[in-house]
């Protein structure tokens, strides 16, 4: 998937490869979803083919109702997680009207008549656009859009209207009248200054009551007390630290958005907001180096594919080691680490990995020799949750406080094994290891003040409550970097 196109590809510890939304439901619940949890398009019309071709259907012409509209209702019904699993939280992407949405419109309609309205809420959000010449909100698109889901036999329970403003009364009453609901189910979701204060203005609004009002649930009061701490220490900071984000993608920032999520979270713990130089990785040349990366006090490199952007980003990593400026690299940011190491410490001056000079004599970085080089590119990657075992003199070890991990993988390359000898030799520590020992996980400089690298994507799993121990870390050494 494009980064451009589509922003950050999500992925579960089984495993899947996601849209980004899934992330920001994990950094909310605290919760790792799993491959069950993103219901696409393909996935279904690809079952109802498969379903098909076995003789499922019985040779019985396939339609869009029943069979993808059941296809859909199903991964409603099937309980994926527990045995106490009772509640399922369904979203339905996209906009009423949309093509694409309407079976899944058809199926969550089907699926309240089935299991009866007591047992089945519906949430529609809706946005309520202002008008600055007049100076007014305008209900009109919010009524057409209930208007438009009335039309397919969908009735909404609760309207929850996205604005810049705050809705009077009479605004809600009249959204009221107009959508069939009562007053008190139509809610207002206005921004706010930070991200993770939505659920605290949605509890304000009594959403969670709403809910359980409609379900027939008792609606105990929440334990907000972490979450209300972590918005305190977002919101006041007590220092600032300058990070440089350096990757090829940066034109749309939502391409790194969970590793620009965890940066934020390493520093809430120490209230340092982390101020952000985003650095277009083909922009960065011998010469240009200095006043790129120059002001600030920590550079990261992380994840991408393909060749376009990595001599800049290899540059990146050797001016945060020789300059002793704290450096995190991220899957291609290990492996650019490795690289500019074996060229300008090692002396291999050809050094590379396969993928990007497929005739470097010197390949640091390979396919393991069990991958298959000719499958599709997909098909060889190393996804989901693999486990890592520290080596306890390492500064990954003092960070994760534990011998062995467990992190997520997105990639097809690894570090050649022929090389391990000659980078350890010149001062390089393998500092994370896969089990077996046949693959380097994390890698480290231990005479720098903080150069640490790791082939997994530890922002997946990091959490507004709960900052990745790597990316605390991180931001920790780059504030003592800043003072120093």
Not at 53 to 80: A, L, M
Not at 100 to 112: A, D, K, N, T, V
Not at 330 to 339: D, F, K, S, Y
Request: aromatic share 6%; proline share 6%.
């Amino acid at each position: 998937m494009n980064p451009i196109q589509h922003g950050e590809v999500f992925v579960t510890d089984d495993g899947a490869e996601t849209d980004l939304d899934l992330g920001h439901y994990e950094r909310f619940i605290d919760e790792s979803l799993t491959k069950n949890s993103n219901v696409t398009t393909g996935k279904i019309y690809w079952s109802v083919l498969q379903k098909e071709r076995r003789g499922d259907y019985g040779g019985g012409t396939v339609q869009v109702i029943p069979h993808i509209t059941n296809e859909i209702k199903s991964r409603f019904y099937r309980n994926f997680t527990s045995p106490e699993t009772h509640i399922a939280i369904i979203e339905v992407g996209g906009t009423v009207g949309d093509i694409e949405s309407q079976p899944f419109l058809e199926s969550i309609r089907q699926f309240q008549h089935e299991v009866g309205h007591e047992n089945a809420m519906l949430i529609h959000v809706t946005l309520i656009p202002y008008l600055k010449a007049s100076g007014e909100l305008k209900t009109k698109p919010t009524q057409a859009s209930v208007k438009e889901l009335q039309g397919m036999g969908i009735q909404p329970d609760v309207i929850v209207c996205r604005s810049e403003h705050e809705l009077d009364q009479s605004l809600k009453d009249k959204i009221a009248l107009f959508c069939n609901v009562p007053n008190s189910h139509v809610l207002q979701n206005l921004d706010v200054e930070y991200l993770y204060e939505a659920p605290l203005a949605m509890e304000r609004e009594n959403l969670a009551k709403v809910a359980c009002e409609c379900l027939n649930l008792p609606c105990p009061e929440p334990d907000l007390a972490e979450w209300n701490e972590m918005i305190e220490n977002l919101k006041h900071p007590e220092r600032e630290v300058k990070i440089a984000l350096v990757g090829k993608y940066t034109q749309l920032h939502d391409a790194y958005i969970s590793v620009v999520e965890a940066l934020k979270h390493g520093g809430i713990p120490s209230r340092t907001t982390v101020d952000i130089q985003w650095v277009d990785s083909e922009l960065i040349k011998p010469e240009t180096a200095d006043s790129l990366l120059g002001g600030v006090s920590g550079i990261l490199v992380p994840g991408g594919f393909g060749v376009r952007g990595v001599d800049g980003k290899i540059l990146a990593a050797q001016y945060a080691r020789e300059n002793k400026i704290p450096y995190l690299g991220l899957c291609l940011g290990m492996q650019v680490a490795i690289i500019e190491f074996a060229r300008n410490v090692c002396g291999l001056n050809d050094a590379h990995s396969i993928e990007l000079d497929p005739k470097t004599t010197h390949p640091v970085i390979a396919l393991m020799p069990d991958q298959d080089e000719d499958g599709d590119i997909g098909g060889t990657l190393r996804l989901g949750s693999y486990p890592c075992v520290l080596d306890p003199e390492s500064r990954a070890y003092r960070v994760y406080r534990e011998e062995t991990i467990q992190e997520r993988h997105r990639h097809r390359y690894e570090v050649n094994n022929d090389y391990r000898a000659v980078l350890t030799e010149n001062g390089l520590c393998l500092s994370g290891m896969s089990p077996d020992r046949r693959i380097v996980e994390m890698i480290e400089v231990p005479e720098h003040p903080w150069y640490v690298a790791t082939q997994a994507h530890p922002e997946l799993k990091s959490r507004p409550n709960r900052p990745h121990p790597l990316f605390q870390g991180f931001v920790e050494a780059a504030l003592a970097a800043q003072k120093s």
